[in-house]
């Protein structure tokens, strides 16, 4: 007899990310990363349906609107923007702190949760200075390879 299978995208994910422990393990990764990396499988597999289907026990029904503040057009002219234009809004003293943090949420996926670690403005426009900064560098980088790429092809 079959077991039902009402998650099936998310026992793929389960399995490949066990997949991935097991890697690690086999790799003898940090022993705390291997305990935190079992414990959340152990949390994937024992409440699962609960996990991946958010909405079914929501207890914010309005949680998503509170995530943030832009519009979902917003939100896309967010990762359309160029570095330079994040730039002025983040050193812009006249943008809100909502703001800067969908810049970090939206455009450099950094975790809501952690938007609590930076206790003052200047420290979330610090954070984002430097991730706008390391992005700049990545694309540097990227430009440099494509064109070292081409070179080599060419040859």
Do not use: W
């Amino acid at each position: 007899m079959r077991k039902k299978s009402g998650n099936t995208e998310s026992e793929k994910l389960v399995r490949v990310l066990t997949a991935h422990f097991k890697a690690l393990v086999e790799a003898q990764s940090d022993e705390a990363l291997l305990t935190q990396y079992s414990a959340l499988l152990r949390f994937l597999r024992s409440r699962r349906s609960d996990f991946f289907h958010p909405t079914a026990h929501d207890p914010h029904p309005n949680s998503k609107a509170r995530k943030s503040p832009l519009s979902a057009a917003s939100r896309e002219k967010l990762q359309d923007a160029s570095l330079d234009e994040l730039e002025r809004l983040v050193n812009d003293d006249g943008t809100p702190r909502k703001d800067l943090e969908s810049i970090a949420i939206q455009r450099f996926s950094v975790p809501s949760g952690s938007m609590r670690s930076f206790s003052n403005r200047q420290m979330l426009v610090e954070k984002l200075r430097s991730l706008i900064s390391s992005e700049r560098t990545h694309d540097t980088i990227g430009t440099v390879a494509r064109g070292q790429a081409r070179l080599i092809s060419d040859h």
